[in-house]
Structures are given as structure tokens and as C-alpha cells.
């Protein structure tokens, strides 16, 4: 059940957000692709954060449909790299912004040692369950030095379950010991903002209609509406929060 659901949720749901887009056009490629997680805040923040400039190599691990690296390709001039395990995810991320991506598991990257400037993993570390070896393999591949921005679903505390299909959402404790045990240090943190422009949420919202009207009657669909609403109802009651973090390779 668990890995049907995160196909569902993260596979499924891209190659539906990518018909939809192209129906729909352009513009509505970032916003649907940061669907979940992503916000213009969000990544400027993370962008201020990483001192990201124009020729910057920016690696996204577990990168999704791509959204957040071709944000900041558009408004930075990195140069992005995008790995991702879901194929048909990859596939939608070269259909919408033809971007490099690669087919592999964050934990084993096909990247040379001390190769990338600096590294973005959102949303990803919940559905991890062995973070240290994600973690690590990321800091393999940053040169020294090199930054690192999160985007964390932080668990208050472990006292309640079942938890939703495929998280593992770590505490505030355990996410500063596996980044330092890890060979990162932590140089700051906040609390996702809120905010986002009505036009982006309009377009988000557009898009999710858009794929409603043609996949509503599918099992897969059923499957990831259902992650969506069990998280929603952890984050309303306060059970969870999304938090922003910036570390460096030591």
C-alpha cells in the first residue's frame, strides 16, 4: 500500500500535472510544479540563503516535476541539475522546462565527489527513511563549504500515528543530529512562509481542477487525494510544520 501510494502521490500525479500544463500553457508550469511544498517565498528565501548567482551549480534531489530549479534558473542563470527516482516524474520535468535530469535514488547519485556548488532537497527527507544516507550521499557530492537548503516536514513530537503512507517525519532534534551527523552545519532555519501571491495560487489551483476533471475516477487519484488530506489535517492540527533550513558541508 505504502509504495502505491507515494507512485500515486509523486509519479502519477506528475504526469497528469504535465498534461495539464501543456494544455493550460506555460505560465503554469513553476507554480504547478512547486505543487505541495514550494512557494515564491519559499524559495527566495532559500535562494537569499544559498547565495545563488548566475553559473552556480544547483543540484535538486529528489527534484519531482522540477518547479523550484527552474525558478531558479529563470531568475538566477544556475546551472541545474535535477535527480529524481519516479521516471515518469523525470520525464515531465524534460517535457515542461527540458531540463537535465537524472533517473537515480538520492542515496546513490551517479555525481563525482566534491562536483556541486550547492544543493536543494524539498520535501523529500519526510519520505526518506534512512536520512543519514541521504544526507551523506549530498554532502559526498557538495564541494566543501557548499550550501545546502531544506525543506523540512518537522514532526512536533513521534507520540502520534498512524502516520501517513510513506513519511517519516523527523523531530527538530533528530534533524539537527542527523545534519551535524552528517557532516553539515547548521546556519539557520525558519518556518516556511505563508504568503503566496493570489496569481500563483490561481494557477496551482487551475491545474489541480484540471487534472480533478480527467483522473478523478482513478485508483491513483483516490490515493493521492488521500495523502493530501491526512497531511493537511497534521498540519492544521499543529502535529506538523514545514520549516526552511540552510547548512553547509564542513
Known amino acids: 500500500m505504502t509504495a502505491t501510494a507515494m507512485v500515486a502521490e509523486f509519479d502519477d500525479v506528475a504526469g497528469w500535472t504535465a498534461d495539464a500544463v501543456e494544455r493550460l500553457g506555460d505560465r503554469y508550469a513553476i507554480p504547478a510544479a512547486c505543487r505541495g ?10 535562494a537569499e540563503a544559498c547565495e545563488l548567482s548566475a553559473g552556480t551549480t544547483l543540484l535538486d534531489v529528489g527534484a519531482g516535476v522540477g518547479g523550484p530549479t527552474a525558478w531558479a534558473a529563470r531568475r538566477f542563470g544556475v546551472r541545474p541539475v535535477l535527480v529524481e527516482p519516479m521516471q ?19 542515496g546513490r547519485m551517479p555525481l563525482r565527489t566534491s562536483s556541486i556548488d550547492t544543493a536543494w532537497c524539498l520535501g523529500v527527507l519526510c519520505t526518506v527513511e534512512d536520512k ?6 549530498i554532502r559526498r557530492v557538495l ?10 516536514v518537522v514532526a512536533r513530537d513521534n507520540q502520534w500515528r498512524p502516520l501517513p503512507d510513506g513519511n517519516h517525519f523527523p523531530t527538530q ?18 518556518t516556511r512562509p505563508d504568503s503566496t501571491p493570489l496569481s500563483w495560487s490561481r494557477r496551482v489551483e487551475e491545474v489541480t481542477a484540471a487534472v480533478a476533471a480527467q483522473h478523478r475516477a482513478t485508483p491513483a487519484y483516490a490515493l493521492a487525494a488521500r495523502q493530501t488530506e491526512r497531511l493537511g489535517r497534521l498540519f492544521r492540527s499543529g502535529h506538523l510544520s514545514m ?7 564542513r
Do not use: K, M, N
Not at 91 to 105: T, Y
Not at 176 to 189: K, N, P, S, V
Not at 243 to 249: D, E, I, R, Y
Open 37 to 46: 511544498s514550494a512557494s515564491p517565498a519559499a524559495l527566495a528565501w532559500l
Open 88 to 106: 515518469t516524474a523525470c520525464r515531465a520535468a524534460r517535457r515542461l522546462f527540458g531540463l537535465p535530469v537524472i533517473a537515480a535514488d538520492g
Open 132 to 137: 543519514a544516507a541521504l544526507l551523506a550521499e
Open 143 to 152: 564541494r566543501p563549504g557548499g550550501s545546502l537548503g531544506l525543506l523540512v
Open 173 to 190: 532534534d533528530e534533524l539537527a543530529e542527523l545534519l551535524d551527523r552528517t557532516g553539515f552545519a547548521l546556519i539557520e532555519q525558519t
Open 243 to 249: 520549516q526552511l533550513l540552510h547548512a553547509v558541508s
